[in-house]
């Protein structure tokens, strides 16, 4: 499976944590204590959202 770029908006948490949503990906969203973590969960999540496309097809 190969990499691409998506762009995804960051948000911090009031009650602490971060955020990510993207509007490539309709269903991405992705909390994780720290951004690094928070980007990586994304990433996790992108990437199951897209197999889970390709096996509708």
């Given at each position: 499976?190969?990499?691409?770029?998506?762009?995804?908006?960051?948000?911090?948490?009031?009650?602490?944590?971060?955020?990510?949503t993207?509007?490539?990906?309709?269903?991405?969203?992705?909390?994780?204590?720290?951004?690094a973590?928070?980007?990586?969960?994304a990433?996790?999540?992108?990437?199951?959202?897209?197999?889970?496309?390709?096996?509708?097809?």
């Amino acid at each position: 499976m190969s990499e691409s770029c998506l762009m995804l908006h960051v948000e911090r948490l009031p009650e602490g944590g971060y955020l990510a949503t993207s509007e490539a990906i309709q269903g991405l969203v992705a909390q994780g204590r720290t951004v690094a973590e928070t980007l990586e969960i994304a990433r996790d999540v992108a990437r199951r959202l897209l197999e889970s496309q390709q096996l509708r097809r």
